[in-house]
């Protein structure tokens, strides 16, 4: 089967040209083809679910890698600076969609997907790279992210670095706030193009 890049350009807003940051409560499935990844992600859109390529995309705006499929609970562009707001029942809400989708699913790269289900932190596309922070937003932010133009945002997040990962996935551990954030207003996704 022959897929190209203009095949999956709608899946999920993703086309590679673009630095994008998603967590996502799903399952890994390591490194996967660029053809693998986009008759994967048909697959996924069919069911309700995205399957995401984590790493570098090509001058072409493919890309191959670690592939994550599952739920997303929050996307942002390099372009945008750091995510809304979001908080636990987004990620309990996620966690739940996810499984009532990959309960049952027939797929070879799926098997035990229910019981290999976490949360994923993903940066795809060019020189791409994802935070996960834990605070509220700022000017004097010290969590801050880069636009396709390589320019600093305006606006950071204050607080702390969760987890990060550079053009690939990372699997994201339990997720415990600080107590040492003042007035934090939840968790932020914030991606780069680095």
Known sequence: MSVSIEDVQH???????????????????????????????LWAEERGLVALPG?????????SGDVVVGVPVVRVSANEGPSEPFDDGALASARATA?????????????????????????CGPLASAQLAYGRRSADGAIVGTTMEQERHGVGVDGVRIASVAAGVGEVG???????????????LVAGYD
């Open 99 to 123: 499984l009532a989708a990959l309960q049952g699913v027939e797929h070879p790269l799926l098997e035990d997907a229910v019981a290999r289900l976490t949360t994923w932190l993903v940066a």
């Open 55 to 63: 790493g570098d995309s090509s001058e072409e705006g493919e890309t």
């Open 174 to 188: 339990r997720l415990e706030p600080e107590a040492s954030c003042e007035s934090p207003e939840g968790y932020f």
């Open 11 to 41: 899946l999920d807003g993703f086309d590679g040209e673009e630095a994008v940051a998603a967590l996502v409560v799903g399952v890994g499935l390591g490194d996967l083809s660029w053809e693998e990844s986009a008759a994967l992600a």
